[in-house]
């Protein structure tokens, strides 16, 4: 099973759109499924990441926010992986 990766962003974040270019390029390493998803039209989600994006989850699980540490996300995903 492949695992989930997901982006909570805004149109025109730089952070989002840095983060996003990280795990793209990842994917083709680790092997993942990765999904954008923009908070702007859902009040929940803005309430809920709005003052935090990028967020990141993996597996429905957070990650982490604002920036992607390509070794904390590899040692996170790698463990993941352990426990499926």
């Known amino acids: ?16 759109d840095v983060a996003y270019e990280i795990l793209e390029l990842l994917v ?12 702007e039209d859902n009040p929940v989600l803005v309430e809920k990441h ?3 994006v990028p967020v990141v989850f993996i597996d429905g699980e957070l990650h982490d926010y604002y920036r992607v540490n390509i070794e904390r996300f ?8 352990q426990h499926q």
């Open 1 to 16: 099973m492949r695992n989930l990766v997901t982006i909570y962003s805004r149109h025109g974040c730089h952070l989002c």
């Open 28 to 39: 083709l390493e680790l092997d993942f499924d990765l999904e954008m998803i923009f908070i």
């Open 50 to 52: 709005g003052e935090f």
């Open 74 to 81: 590899k040692s996170s995903l790698a463990k993941r992986r």
